[in-house]
T-cell receptor
């Protein structure tokens, strides 16, 4: 069965600090990978996605993620965070064998100090 | 506006009540989902409907009963719930047959069982 692990439950950073949020998944086959963001009081929205090709994926608002197949990882990065990045971030996986099933991690709450 | 609309946004119900959550998507997608979001837990996939047929039921108690009358509408019927069922219930849609495997989410229904 697919599963997703996000090891950081709460990350606190100062503005302009660099960010890396960890995500590991368990599934032996081909996957689609996603990062979603949920700003306070808002719906979950897609930040970026990996389907195939270049393992370094660029998303909205300066975020990027790198797919490392050998490590089953898809970590999210941003070189310089802003106060407006305060939100909860969710990693998700969708296995090719089950195109309709998207499994999420437990989320990482990111707090940015102004 | 996300293209996925959920009503009501908030619901308080007693343990003996019967209520229904409604979800409507205006994106032309053919897969719809119910997720449960509780504090400090992964988003739990409850049900998946693809082309109006239920393709996934993740051991959800029978007090939750989904209904998908057409590809644009999804309901979650609730009866004799428990306080631990209090959570944010999220509806999502996707279109895997069209290469859209990421999920588009609604705002959610905040359910409180008293």
């Amino acid at each position: 069965a697919q599963s997703v692990s996000q090891h950081n439950h709460h990350v606190i950073l100062s503005e302009a600090a660099s960010l890396e949020l960890g995500c590991n998944y368990s599934y032996g086959g081909t996957v689609n990978l996603f990062w979603y963001v949920q700003y306070p009081g808002q719906h979950l929205q897609l930040l970026l996605k990996y389907f195939s090709g270049d393992p370094l994926v660029k998303g909205i608002k300066g975020f990027e993620a790198e797919f490392i197949k050998s490590k089953f990882s898809f970590n999210l990065r941003k070189p310089s965070v802003q106060w407006s990045d305060t939100a909860e971030y969710f990693c998700a996986v969708n296995a090719y064998s089950s195109a309709s099933k998207i499994i999420f991690g437990s989320g990482t709450r990111l707090s940015i100090r102004p | 506006e996300t293209g996925v609309t959920q009503t009501p946004r908030h619901l308080v119900m007693g343990m003996t009540n019967k209520k229904s959550l409604k979800c409507e998507q205006h994106l032309g997608h053919n897969a719809m989902y119910w997720y449960k979001q509780s504090a400090k837990k992964p988003l739990e996939l409850m049900f998946v409907y693809s082309l109006e047929e239920r393709v996934e039921n993740n051991s959800v108690p029978s007090r939750f009963s989904p209904e998908c009358p057409n590809s644009s509408h999804l309901f979650l019927h609730l009866h004799t719930l428990q306080p631990e069922d209090s959570a944010l219930y999220l509806c999502a849609s996707s279109a895997p047959g069209q290469g859209i495997t990421e999920a588009f989410f609604g705002q959610g229904t905040r359910l409180t069982v008293v």
